[in-house]
């Protein structure tokens, strides 16, 4: 049994060291932090409801895998979205939401130099919203009462580099309903900055 951990832990770091070795020569896997701002509305079926962008913020971690000019982005997010509704009787109402999103995104850098790049990406979104906050009338509170916590979106954006800083513009869209009774989806725009630590 002995044998087999000194071996498997020998196994273990000569890989680890493989990897580190190749990251530090060419650069392939990064990993950094991000921040910025998101602006959100929802779309409903509802015919006494319009949705109007919201402002609210981001913060979280991002890594990145290269190859070539191609590349993989993976993210942990945590958003604070708000949106507001407005009725045809000139109310309106606030929603506002916490989450942790997890977008994993393909890209393509169209300029690819050491310091620069300029890229276009698109993939996939996880959402678990897990604070929701709804000041409103006690109809739409029932509507949302069932607000759907998990939720899959599709993104995709243009972004730059230079050096270690990266900024990248996105549009992000449910595909699932934050509220089955007013089939409301989230749809947002994303300006977001951040620093690769290596």
Request: charged share 20%; net charge positive.
């Amino acid at each position: 049994m002995k044998q087999q951990f000194l071996a498997f832990s020998s196994l273990l770091l000569c890989i680890t060291c493989s990897v580190e070795t190749n990251a530090q020569q060419t650069r392939v896997f990064h990993i950094g932090i991000k921040g910025g701002a998101n602006f959100t509305k929802t779309s409903t079926e509802s015919s006494t409801l319009e949705g109007k962008y919201g402002l609210g913020y981001q913060g979280g971690i991002m890594t990145r895998m290269d190859f070539g000019s191609l590349y993989v982005q993976g993210e942990a997010l945590l958003n604070k979205r708000k949106t507001t509704f407005e009725t045809h009787e000139g109310t309106s109402t606030k929603l506002s939401w916490t989450s942790v999103d997890i977008p994993v995104v393909v890209g393509y850098k169209f300029v690819n130099t050491k310091d620069f790049n300029v890229r276009a990406f698109a993939g996939g979104v996880y959402s678990y919203a897990f604070k929701n906050n709804l000041s409103t009338s006690r109809a739409l509170q029932e509507g949302f009462k069932t607000f759907d916590k998990s939720n899959i979106g599709i993104t995709g954006g243009v972004g730059i580099d230079y050096k270690n800083f990266t900024a990248d513009l996105r549009y992000e869209t449910g595909l699932s309903s934050i509220s089955k009774e007013f089939k409301s989806k989230p749809h947002s725009f994303t300006l977001g900055i951040g620093y690769f630590l290596f």
